[in-house]
């Protein structure tokens, strides 16, 4: 009973097709396609003011150069909001909860922020290694710890993306359960367990969006650093 509690987290295959590329391509047919009229529909005006409002919210900090970035980044970010918020709905799969996909989105995009600061700015970008006024017999350690710290910050992008979704859908599947134990026993218990089952759930779909606003936040902040 409680290995079929992470069955959930098992990318599903179905006639030995890999479902997961299902889950990740379906959230780019959902998105409404822009319009050449000058008055949109509602669904596209709340996108277009969304999109707009989180790009320039993600860009404040950044100098004109990592505007570039910006078409890259809002989409990752909606890209991971649509997934997260279909992996709440029944017998639906989350990619997310795969450590293999986050670290394939970490890694290339944190290399991406180290290249382009050792190609414009390195100096700067190693002088990140070394805080100001360390003294001279900590300067090695430092530089390790920093080093090692750098390399660490793909892992925990990832690691916090899949933990966070892994909890959250591993505890919802567990009350609801009790749920199911608890009702032709005691009715009265079952109905304030379900109660914290949809008060987690909506927590849940905040989680959904939260984490993939900070992913996004997190590389941002990585390429602040190398611009």
């Given amino acids: 009973m409680t290995m079929s509690f992470f069955d959930q987290f098992a990318s599903p295959f179905y006639l030995g097709i890999p479902l997961i590329t299902i889950a990740i391509t ?9 319009s050449s009229r000058w008055i949109n529909n509602r669904l596209i005006t709340i996108q277009s003011w969304f999109i707009s409002r989180f790009t320039n919210q993600l860009l404040l900090p950044l100098n004109v150069g990592g505007h570039k970035w910006a078409l890259l980044l809002t989409s990752l970010m909606v890209f991971l909001i649509t997934i997260n918020m279909l992996g709440l709905l029944p017998y639906t799969f989350t990619p997310t909860t795969q450590l293999s996909l ?6 290339p995009l944190w290399l991406a922020t180290v290249i382009i600061g050792m190609r414009n700015q390195p100096t700067i970008a190693l002088g990140h290694l070394l805080p100001e006024g360390t003294p001279i017999p900590l300067i090695p ?3 390790i710890i920093e080093t090692i710290s750098l390399f660490i910050r793909p892992l925990a992008l990832g690691v916090r993306l899949t933990a966070n979704l892994t909890a959250g859908h591993l505890l919802i599947q567990l009350i609801a359960t009790a749920v199911f134990v608890l009702l032709p026993m005691m009715p009265t218990v079952a109905i304030l367990t379900a109660t914290v089952l949809l008060l987690l759930t909506l927590l849940e779909v905040a989680v959904a969006m939260i984490q993939a606003y900070v992913f996004v936040l997190l590389l941002s902040l990585y390429l602040q650093e190398n611009v």
């Fill in 26 to 34: 379906l959230p780019w047919v959902l998105f409404p396609t822009l």
């Fill in 141 to 143: 350690v430092l530089i």
């Fill in 102 to 107: 986050n670290m394939a989105f970490a890694v």
